[in-house]
Every structure is written in structure tokens, then in C-alpha cells.
């Protein structure tokens, strides 16, 4: 891993960590009576601030998540560091795509 | 001369390197599939509903309860090596990562506690 994905990875690491504790707040929250739908959109629905934050986990998560698998398929996996680089780069296009979609669906819909 | 190179691999903060790498690897695959099951309120609630309904089952409920312990894991395992990285060194490592598995699994617990 080179200087700027390490830092990447940390910095991207320190912005997530009060969202995950958020998180699994929201996660005992919502599931403290079942989950339902219209209780999911309830909150969501038109909410900036929601969408704000979600918006910038799905952003976080997805460069995140594309270094560590970038690393994990250069040290465990036979692929050189260029084609490990281009897969973790389309997943990570592809997390940021489907999770805005989804911040989109509880958000806008 | 194997037995040698291999006995690092007991170490508690060699397990807690990989249960934080294997963590990591599973919330990654398990990422596109949250995000494609929130994507079905894209067409209202009923889509959404029907998936919800599916998660009520008590496998998928575990299955839950695990998600949740590889959320804690990675996040305990993610700030300890943040303050391994930025802050000076401090002693009882060891005893950081245990009590960062003990509080993980405590989340765990209490989460499928309520779920059941």
C-alpha cells in the first residue's frame, strides 16, 4: 500500500468511526419493536440531515473498503498490484453506486 | 523450523490483526447486498416490507446478530490501531484487544437478546 492509500484508509477510517457508533445505535433503535418499512422511511424521508449522513458513510465506506480489499487481494491472492488495484476500484464504484442508490431510496422515494 | 515461523500466529494481537482483516473482508461482501435490500424503497414500501418480512426468521436474525459482531469487531480493532498509529505507545495491548473482543461480543449478545 502506498503513502496516499494509507492515508486514505486512515482518514477515511477516523471519519467513520463516530458513524459506525451512530449506527449501531440506529440499528438497536430500529429493531427495538421490528423493523417495518414505513417506520424506516418515517425518519428518513426528506430528512437533509440523514442524507448528509449516510451520503458521506456510503462515500467513506466505499474508499475504505476498496483499499482493504485492494491489500487483501495483493497479499493473499495471485493477482499483481495493477489488476488488485483495478478490481478494488470497481468495487468500490460499484459500493459507491448501490449505496447511493440506496441513501436515494429511503431519502427521496 | 515451520513450528518457529508459525508460532506468532497464537499471539493474541496477531488474532486480533486478522479478525480485524477478516472483519473488514465480510462487511465488505456484505455491503452491496444492504445496500441493494435498502434500494427496494426505491419503489415504496411494499418491496421493502416483503424483504423485512423475510428477515424475521430466526436463522436470518443470527445471521444479524453476526453482522453486528463484525461491525463491533472492526470498529474496536479499527480505533485501536488509530490510537496504536497517532498516539504514543502504551502497554497492555494484549489486554486492549481482549477487552475490544469482550465488548464486541456483549453487543452482539445484547442485540440478539432483544431480537428474540
Known sequence: ?109 | MIARQMKHRGDALWIAALVHRISGLALAIFLPFHFLALGLAIDGTARLDGFLRWTDQPLVKIAEGGLVLLLAAHLLGGLRILVIENFAWRDGQKQLATVAAAISLLVAVVFLARMF
Open chain 1, 1 to 109: 500500500m502506498n503513502v496516499r492509500l494509507y492515508v486514505w484508509q486512515r482518514a477515511t477510517a477516523a471519519v467513520m468511526a463516530p458513524l459506525v457508533l451512530g449506527h449501531i445505535a440506529v440499528i438497536f433503535y430500529a429493531t427495538r419493536q421490528g423493523l417495518s418499512a414505513a417506520d424506516i422511511l418515517s425518519r428518513t424521508r426528506g430528512s437533509i440531515v440523514w442524507a448528509a449522513y449516510y451520503g458521506i458513510f456510503v462515500a467513506a465506506a466505499s474508499i475504505h473498503a476498496s483499499i482493504g480489499i485492494r491489500n487483501i487481494l495483493s497479499e493473499w491472492s495471485p493477482l499483481n498490484e495493477r489488476r488488485a488495484g483495478l478490481i478494488a476500484i470497481v468495487f468500490g464504484l460499484l459500493l459507491a453506486a448501490l449505496g447511493a442508490r440506496a441513501v436515494a431510496a429511503v431519502v427521496l422515494s
